[in-house]
Each structure stands twice: as C-alpha cells, then as structure tokens.
C-alpha cells in the first residue's frame, strides 16, 4: 500500500483520496460513449449527458466508499495489500464517518438522477436502480461480489454496457418528443450499436479490474477474498485480460464496419498493444 503519513493528511485530503480521483476517467468514458453516438445521430441533448455524467460519477464515488468501509472492517485491507491508499485501514477517516459518506452519497445519486428517470420513465427507473445496487453490492452485504469472482462481471455492465446505452436511450427519448415518464421502452431508442458502443469502456473497465485483482492475489487468498485469479490462477485471468482488451478494439471496427459510423472511429485502434500490459511475473 502507498504509504501515508496519517498526522499529515487533512479531512479534505483524506475525503479526496478516498474517492479515488484517478479511477474517474473510469465513470466518465460510458457516459462520453453513449453522448458520442447521440452526437453521431444528432440527437445530442447537453442537460441530459450533464445528468446522467453527475449521477453515474456519485454512483461510482458510493461503490468506492462502500468498498473502502467494508473491505476495511472486514480485515481484508491489510498494510501489506498494494496499490492505492485505503482512508478507512489506513487511519484517515473514521470507519463511522466513512459509512454516514456512503448513504449521503446515495442519497445525492438519487437526486441526480431524477431528471433522468423523469425523461426516461420506468426504463431508466429500472437501469438506475440495478446500476446502484450492483455497485453497492460490489463490495458490501449481503452479496459481496468482488469476494466470490462476480467483481468482474459487475463492473463489466455498471462502467460500461448499460450506462452507455442508457445515456443514449435518454436523448433519443427526449429527441422522439416522447412524454414524460414512459412506462415502456419507445421503439427506436435503444439500438443495438449503443451496446456494440458500450462495449469498449466495459472492457477497458473491467481489464483494469482484473490487473488489480491478479496484483492482490496472494493478499486476497490470505483474506478468504474469491476473486478470479484466486479462484483460476493467473494464466486464466491473462486470457479474461486479452479478451477484454480486444472488445475495446473491437467495438469501434464493428461500429465502423456494420452499424456506418465514420472512419475517425477507428482512431483507437492506431493505439493498439503489440504486446501484453500484464508483467511478465503474472
């Protein structure tokens, strides 16, 4: 773990570090996705990708409370785990306060995303629902599931797939004039190069989820922590790695080659690795 100095660090700082603000871009690039494609088909709708941006940043600040605080009072941060520092094992913050920060954050998620589920209807109402549960449930009770090799699947739908769609799915609402509130899914929101689109942050995700959890192998193993690596070893967790590195390659080329987007789509790809990210100890 990064090392801190506990009489040097201030509450703001610690509240700071404690939201992670280099896992951000994380949050912001399924929302930019899904406001691009609107963009690509002119139905752009500013107030909405600015909604949907705040309550899917505050979502993502509530799972890394969540995850600090109970990962903390559950003994599996330890000073020996790696990586970034946790506020509530390191001593920054006060488990207590760590925890109240959890539902004022949810609390400030719900308002954010009642424009949303306004414009919506029941469709997002469902969307926001599962996308908040599932990032609570990432880390805190009953389900845990970054302790039983679920974690990557989570994060898979919650910071990629759905919140990309579901930006879409908004300005086309808005844009199809649509009345408040819609109790079903309008035809022709929701169409399938959304999800072909959400796919790239989803993988981008997710393989950053698994470089994590193969570099906390062994502390996690210690802990009765069930993570993929533990569970199938490294080699699997490499191909799990690969895969969903090729899908942030390969959702562009599909968008370009079935669905007409322009070629500037394929920028990505002049970024393509020539060999894998993973060391070599892995």
């Not at 703001?12 to 871009?25: D, S, Y």
């Not at 609390?107 to 990032?135: C, D, E, N, R, S």
């Not at 989803?202 to 062994?218: Q, S, V």
Request: charged share 15%; proline share 6%.
């Amino acid at each position: 773990m990064e090392t801190t100095d506990v009489d040097k660090v201030s509450r703001t700082k610690a509240w700071l570090l404690a939201t992670r603000p280099m896992t951000v871009p994380v949050g912001v690039s399924p929302i930019l996705v899904g406001a691009g494609l609107a963009v690509h088909e002119g139905i752009f709708v500013l107030e909405l990708a600015v909604a949907s941006l705040v309550a899917m940043l505050l979502n993502q600040q509530g799972t890394h409370f969540v995850n600090d605080y109970y990962d903390a009072i559950r003994g599996i941060d330890t000073d020996d785990r790696e990586g970034f520092t946790r506020v509530t094992q390191a001593g920054l913050l006060p488990a207590e306060h760590v925890k109240q920060g959890i539902w004022v954050v949810y609390a400030l998620t719900f308002i954010a995303g009642i424009y949303p589920v306004y414009v919506g209807g029941v469709p997002m109402l469902v969307t926001g629902v599962f996308l908040a549960v599932t990032g609570f449930l990432y880390a805190g009770p009953p389900v845990y599931y970054a302790d039983n090799g679920l974690g990557d699947l989570a994060i898979f739908w919650v910071f990629g797939v759905f919140p990309a769609g579901a930006t879409y799915y908004l300005m086309a609402v808005k844009s199809a004039g649509v009345g408040a509130f819609p109790v079903e899914i309008p035809a022709g929101t929701v169409p399938m190069e959304a999800f072909v689109a959400g796919l790239a942050p989803a993988g981008l995700a997710t393989a950053m989820m698994i470089i994590n959890n193969m570099r906390d192998r062994e502390t996690d193993m210690e802990a009765g922590k069930r993570t993929m690596p533990v569970r199938f070893g490294y080699g699997f967790s490499r191909a799990e790695f690969v895969a969903m590195l090729g899908l942030v390659y390969l959702a562009p080329v599909v968008l370009w080659a079935n669905y007409g987007s322009e070629i500037w789509v394929l920028l990505p790809s002049r970024r393509f690795p020539t060999r894998s990210a993973l060391p070599d100890r892995c």
